[in-house]
């Protein structure tokens, strides 16, 4: 059974980085069969997509966010990261790592989640 | 960037019922559409992928078709437990992550 799991702080500082660690288990990411990514939802709204990495690092992000988000990965501790760099109000939002299943597709759907972790920016 | 538009934005739905939710394409997906159930306080979960391919698990009642860019939803009868909110995603087209913006189905 895959299972992934956010972890960070719950609070952040505007201007400060939001850092996210998503912990896998019941994969492993370095099989190289999956993207990995993040997606977050605020309040009451959809969803929307942040980035994706693959075991060699490789990552894809959203163009509007590209300038503020990094994503990496340790294979050994099967775990990939999110840091989102001067954040404001409006990235106040839950935070979810999945598992992207590319296919022939150019882009991914997702089916495996984490259960969430809201992270608020306020001061 | 495809815009994901789904129809209605609020469904009301007596158990036992069917329920059938709808999702526009702003560009050409092919079959490459995926159906979430987002349930309160909960991350949403794969209901269905290639438009008509149920996920793991995923009771026979749920049933998804179309194509190209206009596609739909079907829950047959509709029990308790599947009053939730319903996102529809393509992945044709690059970047990943086009949803709609949801239907949510409510008891009437």
């Known amino acids: 059974q895959v299972q992934l799991q956010e972890s960070g702080p719950g609070l952040v500082e505007p201007s400060q980085t939001l850092s996210l660690t998503c912990t896998v288990s019941?994969?492993?990411?370095?099989?190289?069969?999956?993207?990995w990514s993040w997606i977050r939802q605020p309040a009451g709204k959809g969803l929307e997509w942040i980035g994706r990495?693959?075991?060699?690092?490789?990552?894809n992000y959203k163009p509007s966010l590209n300038s503020r988000v990094t994503i990496s990965v340790d294979t050994s501790k099967n775990q990939f990261f999110l840091k989102l760099s001067s954040v404001t109000a409006a990235d106040t939002a839950v935070y979810y790592c999945?598992?992207?299943?590319?296919?022939?597709?150019?882009?991914?759907?997702?089916?495996?989640w984490g259960q969430g972790t809201l992270v608020t920016v306020s001061s | 960037e495809i815009v994901m538009t789904q129809s209605p934005a609020t469904l009301s739905v007596s158990p036992g019922e069917r329920a059938t939710l709808s999702c526009r394409a702003s560009?050409?997906?092919?079959?490459?559409l995926a159906w979430y159930q987002q349930k309160p306080g909960q991350a949403p979960r794969l209901l269905i992928y290639?438009?008509?391919t149920r996920a793991t698990g995923i009771p026979a009642r749920f049933s998804g078709s179309g194509s190209g860019t206009e596609f739909t939803l079907t829950i047959s009868s509709l029990q308790s437990e599947d009053f939730a909110v319903y996102y529809c995603?393509?992945?044709?087209?690059?970047?990943?992550?086009?949803f709609g913006g949801g239907t949510k189905v409510e008891i009437k």
């Open positions: 999945a598992r992207a299943v590319t296919g022939m597709a150019v882009a991914d759907y997702f089916d495996y």
């Open positions: 560009q050409y997906s092919s079959t490459n």
């Open positions: 995603q393509q992945y044709k087209n690059w970047p990943p992550g086009a």
């Open positions: 990495i693959y075991t060699s690092g490789s990552t």
């Open positions: 290639g438009a008509s």
């Open positions: 019941g994969d492993s990411i370095s099989s190289g069969t999956h993207y």
